[in-house]
């Protein structure tokens, strides 16, 4: 069954320094998102990206943030400046299209462990 | 904006037993989708079980089912005959079905706990 992968599983960066965070969506969806949890808190949404553009960002999502689809199968997020505050599981989704604009359920990948120190 | 309430932090059941985890909503819309989501420690979000506002049935999925209570907001998930493997964290998650505000909200999240 296709699934969504993230690489790399565990990051630990030092503050001030930029990471990226890679993600490779399921093969035939369209729409792909990137979620965090910081630890023992909930799943909180960053970003949603349809068509080479972002469709809706909260306000986690600075201009610390970027988001970027380099291929046709890669979907990034990169930090420019790490806060210890990064520190979280970063999820990775997407999900299909189907007729009439309607959205599938999200998938997620396994989540990328980020440590900030 | 909508929310999600899940206001039982943890759970216990008894391997080969039924339980029922609680979640209500907030929202001023009609058509949305409700999720069941579960987290076990690897930390992984698997999708448990799909609920469509407009639909009245109930959604089931094997062990799991739901109990939707639209004008009550409310969205419940059962899970009988218990297994060890159920032990996990379960997040509640409301979606608009259409339009570019596609973002899936979570509740805060509850611990299930199975006695062997």
């Known amino acids: 069954e296709p699934e969504v992968t993230q690489t790399p599983s565990h990051q630990v960066t030092q503050m001030g320094q930029e990471v990226i965070l890679r993600c490779v969506p399921i093969?035939?969806?369209?729409?792909f998102y990137w979620y965090r949890q910081i630890l023992g808190q909930k799943v909180e949404f960053l970003v949603s990206f349809y068509n080479n553009e972002i469709s809706e960002k909260s306000e986690i999502f600075d201009d610390q943030f970027s988001v970027e689809r380099p291929d046709g199968s890669n979907f990034t997020l990169k930090i420019r400046s790490t806060k210890l505050e990064d520190s979280a599981m970063y999820f990775c989704?997407?999900?299909?299209?189907?007729?009439?604009?309607?959205?599938?359920?999200?998938?997620f990948g396994p989540g990328t462990r980020l440590l900030v120190l | 904006a909508q929310t999600v309430t899940q206001s039982q932090p943890e759970m216990s059941v008894q391997e080969a037993e039924t339980v029922t985890l609680s979640c209500t909503y907030d929202t001023s819309e009609s058509d949305y989708y409700l999720f069941w989501y579960k987290q076990p420690p690897s930390r992984q979000m698997i999708l448990v079980i799909r609920q469509e506002a407009y639909k009245q049935q109930n959604a089931t999925e094997n062990r799991f089912s739901v109990n939707f209570q639209k004008a009550a907001k409310s969205f419940s998930l059962k899970i009988s005959d218990s297994q060890l493997g159920d032990a996990a964290m379960y997040f509640c998650?409301?979606?608009?079905?259409?339009?570019?505000?596609?973002?899936?909200?979570f509740g805060k999240g509850i611990t299930l706990s199975v006695r062997p």
């Open positions: 093969s035939n969806h369209l729409y």
């Open positions: 998650a409301y979606r608009l079905k259409t339009g570019a505000n596609s973002k899936l909200t």
């Open positions: 989704a997407s999900s299909a299209y189907r007729q009439g604009g309607y959205q599938e359920t999200q998938y």
